[in-house]
């Protein structure tokens, strides 16, 4: 008899007890300047302290989502074509969280060179007439 009211009394316990998490979770949007949602962008949070990193994709509204992260400080980078890298040092994961981090990309600058080359053909200036050799 002791025993099942022990087992019923941890039961009900139970119930009420919230469970804990040991993890935390990063979610965000990465959007352009304008305010469009960038699909495709690389996202990867890295944790400083143990060099940990874990790398996703944004999708097709531009957000993300690292779920069951250590606890820890952060970095998050976001590269995408034709956007300038984006780091964001210092986002603090902490347990049984939700940390969003939202991105704003730049355009990036354009740094080419075109280079058009072409052998000169010489023309013949002192005359007039047309000739072609066969």
Do not use: C
């Not at 964001?88 to 981090?101: C, G, K, M």
Request: charged residues 15%; without cysteine; proline residues 2%.
């Amino acid at each position: 008899m002791r025993f099942l009211f022990i087992v019923v009394l941890s039961a009900v316990i139970a119930a009420w007890v919230n469970a804990q998490t040991l993890y935390g979770t990063l979610v965000g949007n990465v959007t352009d300047p304008s305010g469009a949602s960038i699909a495709g962008a690389k996202v990867v949070a890295t944790n400083t302290a143990t060099g940990f990193h874990r790398e996703a994709p944004t999708d097709d509204r531009g957000g993300y989502l690292f779920s069951d992260l250590q606890p820890g400080t952060y970095r998050i980078t976001v590269t995408a074509q034709g956007f300038a890298a984006f780091a964001q040092t210092d986002a603090q994961v902490s347990a049984n969280a939700v940390l969003r981090a939202d991105v704003r990309m730049q355009l990036s600058t354009a740094s080419e060179s075109v280079t058009v080359a072409a052998a000169v053909t010489a023309l013949q200036t002192d005359r007039s007439d047309v000739r072609a050799e066969i």
